[in-house]
């Protein structure tokens, strides 16, 4: 009995560090270190700790995401599981920083787009969803920057407050090589980044570095419902814009090839 009660509250444990290492907290886990490695090690070795567990794991509707060298990657079940991100805890978080709306709004949804890039996905299941990186992003608010170029002179598919938003991120650099300095200003990846960070600190995303050098971020199920419940009618509003601009491109791309070809 003593060694289950001993086995009870080292599985407890693992999930309690895994809480606060999921949640992005290194400062948190700092110094559990030690103790997170021996119960990783016993999570691998031992069926009957790792079946004990998993048990726990269900019972506070949590789903163990990946086995993770500094502890175990975790997320809600549901969207209205007591663990799970939600968009008030995001904005708390957000509204510490300096970040305009207008600046991080279009980075939002650029990343939104680029994870639900058709309605099916944001029914799909999470696991089935691929992962994204920071280019993926910077490809998509060029395309929203820019929606309007390829339209003839006078003509306009954004609302004046959208074209205002536009307007103001094509005067953002795309990077810029001193940002790690203080005010040496925004950047579009400077932006992509902070909002990336955010949201893996709230449990939105998770991130992984399969390549050294590349973080590469999927999905948690507590993103993708709080983008299908909460945010849906900005995010759709701009993947409307994003889709409309590419088709505008292929177009003119088709027809400039067309005029080539006819002088030949």
Request: aromatic share 6%; glycine share 6%.
């Amino acid at each position: 009995m003593e060694n289950h009660t001993e086995s009870l509250h080292a599985a407890s444990r693992l999930i309690y560090l895994s809480l606060i290492h999921s949640n992005g907290s290194r400062r948190a886990m700092a110094p559990f270190a030690s103790e997170m490695a021996e119960l990783l090690q016993r999570f691998q070795s031992q069926e009957s700790f790792r079946q004990m567990v998993e048990t726990g794991l269900k019972a506070m509707e949590l789903r163990l995401l990946a086995l993770e060298d500094k502890g175990l990657r975790l997320s809600a079940r549901r969207s209205d599981s007591f663990f799970a991100a939600t968009l008030t805890d995001y904005g708390k978080l957000l509204a510490r920083s300096d970040l305009k709306a207008a600046e991080i709004l279009p980075v939002h949804c650029a990343i939104a787009t680029a994870f639900f890039p058709t309605e099916a996905d944001l029914d799909a299941p999470v696991e089935d969803l691929g992962a994204i990186v920071i280019v993926d992003v910077m490809d998509i608010l060029k395309r929203f920057a820019l929606a309007e170029s390829a339209l003839p002179d006078g003509e306009t598919r954004l609302h004046p407050q959208v074209k205002s938003v536009a307007e103001r991120l094509r005067l953002l650099p795309e990077d810029n090589p001193d940002r790690q300095r203080a005010g040496s200003g925004t950047s579009w990846v400077e932006l992509i980044t902070i909002v990336l960070d955010h949201m893996v600190e709230t449990g939105y995303l998770l991130a992984f570095e399969e390549t050294p050098g590349e973080v590469e971020y999927r999905p948690t199920p507590a993103y993708q419902t709080a983008l299908r419940e909460g945010i849906v009618y900005a995010f759709h509003a701009f993947r409307d814009i994003v889709k409309a601009a590419s088709l505008e491109e292929k177009n003119t791309a088709g027809s400039a090839a067309g005029e080539g070809e006819s002088h030949v």
